[in-house]
């Protein structure tokens, strides 16, 4: 398996707050995503990240921030959160040599909002 | 933007059996398309892959056609054992960009009766 842990694998937290995820990675690749798994929607990306401080959005990146300081790290922030961002959000990272696009996924983290 | 269809959302096979599930995408320049696997807790695998200049991909059990004229790609799987058993993504993405975006289908549950 990739080596992508993400912190916490679980979280209950009250509509307004501030709740901030994290992946960490030790593969050392270049780029890494945030995205989030509901019933009927598969998968949709929130934002990713092509290098240290280099983020852009994906298609459902409203109420949601990101930070990558680190090539290891990227935290995926709801400044306030709201029960629709009630999700599992999925971590994943990717290499940048030619052909090797392959995308590997982390174990999740199960957010409620209440 | 790209838009990915997947079907059918569940599947019932018997063991030893084949299963079929299709895709088709709406964006005539994506060119890369992974189809991954999720057991129940866990994050997606990805199990088989294939580019636009391939038609069909083998790997044991698994294959993956294409059809770029008519946008659709399905995930063939023969002789299907209960381990088998989970739910199955197909995705879309243009290559070479910043990254992978992957655009997902909803998924599609496969139960496979011994």
């Known amino acids: 398996d990739a080596g992508i842990t993400q912190s916490p694998r679980h979280k209950v937290t009250e509509t307004g707050t501030p709740v901030t995820l994290r992946c960490h990675q030790t593969e050392n690749h270049r780029y890494m995503y945030w995205y989030r798994q509901d019933p009927g929607h598969g998968l949709r990306l929130i934002h990713y990240s092509y290098g240290v401080k280099d983020t852009d959005k994906g298609e459902v990146s409203d109420g949601y921030s990101v930070s990558r300081s680190k090539t290891e790290d990227f935290l995926l922030t709801l400044e306030s959160a709201t029960s629709s961002q009630t999700s599992v959000y999925f971590c994943a990272i990717s290499e940048s040599d030619p052909g090797q696009y392959e995308q590997y996924f982390g174990p999740g983290t199960r957010l409620t909002v209440t | 933007g790209e838009n990915v269809e997947q079907h059918p959302s569940t599947l019932s096979v018997q063991e030893g059996d084949s299963a079929v599930i299709k895709c088709t995408y709406s964006d005539s320049a994506s060119n890369y398309f992974p189809w991954y696997k999720q057991e129940l807790g866990k994050g997606p695998q990805l199990i088989i892959d294939?580019?636009?200049?391939?038609g069909e991909k083998k790997d044991q059990r698994i294959a993956v056609t294409l059809n770029k004229t008519a946008k659709h790609f399905s995930l063939h799987i023969t002789e299907t054992q209960p381990e088998d058993s989970a739910v199955y993504f197909c995705?879309?993405?243009?290559?070479?960009?910043?990254?992978?975006?992957?655009?997902f289908g909803a998924g599609t549950i496969l139960r496979v009766k011994s």
């Open positions: 294939i580019r636009s200049n391939v």
């Open positions: 995705a879309a993405s243009i290559l070479p960009e910043y990254g992978n975006k992957l655009v």
